[in-house]
């Protein structure tokens, strides 16, 4: 595959704002997908052992249905915020995106019903727990294998994307060619360090839920220094694996004394420390986010290089700047978004620490920003419509 081939592929139309922005957003919305993907594997893994210990253990008794609550809400979360960076990659790596689904159409078919069988099966075993079925362990496991390789088909797209050289052999291999959509080329080791990050996210998940116990009036404290120190063993010895499991995929691609490859390194042994350490786990929470932040901006340095030493360069690609849009997309995220991520983590929170019945409307802070939220909502609906009617009244009269 050459440039000529790539550059073709391009959009004719160009990109609507600068590339480079379009990349800092895949590397920033990425690491928030991951860290929700990450959370809803660790819990739920976590929540199949708890089911096999609830009935002679009351602290998984405790446990388990918050793992599996926290799980649900994780996974509906990794689907909205994996919209975001497939978009973005979309827009500045077209080519990639549309061969892939080409050459492995099947199979993107096949994760979109994996994905909705093991969410739905995910209700299902949180249900089934909740009321002491028999049948709890078993669906939970099938929903975890499919989410597990939902996540493995989503390795495979992003793998072969950044494989151009490749594309031909796997499109026409010995000259025949192949319309079966169904190329499959795994790198084992580094769908294996994405995963084993499930369990560093599940223990920090478990600090987090320790300290914001704490300070409840009827929390038993001998329960939560149990968690915690539960939570510290998983996030320590799961980042301890992942950078093992790293440096074994580094290696395999030759990137092992990269920059971007010690610093990996270097900031996960510092998370290593910060767990064990730091007794504000949030804090901990916030340089595992910033850690996910790195590994994303890995991602994309490999495949830019990869890209750009195939003569595609991002930063060329014809701009044709829609200020319509941009601003659009500007006061959607400032207002609607801020605003709207505030009120939900603050009546979250406010719930959280309440120990009895929680009446919001008498919450002075939780109804402001709820007003703000129906407010801003109404307007962002009436300026998105009447924004839409203008200009397509005045490109079609």
């Known amino acids: 595959m050459n440039a000529d081939i790539l550059n073709l592929l391009r959009d004719p139309a160009g990109v609507p704002f600068y590339p480079v922005v379009f990349q800092g957003l895949y590397i920033l919305t990425w690491a928030l997908h991951a860290l929700f993907v990450f959370l809803s594997l660790g819990s739920l893994g976590l929540s199949l ?22 799980g649900k809400i994780s996974v509906s979360l990794l689907i909205v915020l994996g919209v975001a960076p497939l978009l973005f990659t979309q827009v500045i790596y077209d080519p990639n ?12 078919v096949i994760f979109i019903y994996t994905l909705l069988i093991g969410y739905s099966m995910y209700y299902w075993y949180y249900y089934a727990n909740k009321k002491g079925a028999t049948s709890t362990k078993l669906i939970g496991i099938i929903s975890f294998l499919l989410l597990l390789f939902a996540g493995l088909l989503m390795h495979i797209f992003s793998v072969q994307a950044i494989q151009p050289e490749k ?9 025949i060619i192949d319309t079966s ?58 980042l301890l694996l992942s950078l093992i499991l790293f440096l ?22 510092l998370l290593i420390f910060a767990t064990i350490k730091l007794k504000n786990s949030y804090l901990t929470s916030i340089l595992f986010l910033v850690f ?30 829609e200020w319509s849009s941009i601003s659009m997309f500007i006061l959607t995220f400032i207002s609607l978004g801020a605003v709207g991520v505030t009120f939900i983590a603050t009546i ?5 620490k309440n120990d009895g019945y929680f009446d919001a409307s008498k919450d002075k802070v939780v109804t402001l920003l709820a007003n703000s939220v129906l407010w801003i909502l109404s307007s962002w609906c009436i300026v998105y419509f009447a924004w839409g009617f203008y200009i397509l009244f005045k490109n079609s009269l």
Do not use: C
Not at 53 to 69: A, I, M
Not at 97 to 108: D, E, F, H, K, R
Not at 293 to 321: Q, T
């Open 49 to 70: 052992y708890g089911t096999y210990k609830q009935k002679s253990d009351e602290t998984w008794k405790f446990l388990t249905p918050h793992l599996l609550q926290t």
């Open 97 to 108: 995106w549309y061969t892939i689904n080409t050459l492995s159409g099947l199979w993107v």
């Open 167 to 175: 594309w031909l052999e796997w499109y026409a291999p010995n000259g």
């Open 181 to 238: 959509g169904l190329t499959f080329n795994p790198e084992t080791f580094r769908y294996l360090f994405f995963i084993s990050l499930s369990i560093p996210a599940v223990g920090l998940f478990l600090q987090n839920y320790s300290d914001f116990l704490e300070n409840t009036k009827n929390s038993n404290k001998e329960f939560l220094i149990k968690i915690k120190n539960f939570g510290t063993k998983l996030a320590s010895s799961g």
């Open 248 to 269: 074994i995929w580094s290696f395999e691609i030759g990137k092992t004394t990269d920059i971007f490859s010690s610093l990996i390194i270097l900031f996960g042994f």
């Open 292 to 321: 996910l932040l790195v590994i994303s901006g890995f991602r994309e340095y490999l495949r830019f290089n990869i890209m750009n030493n195939l003569g595609y360069n991002i930063y060329e690609y014809p701009v044709n700047i």
């Open 348 to 352: 979250a929170w406010k719930v959280g």
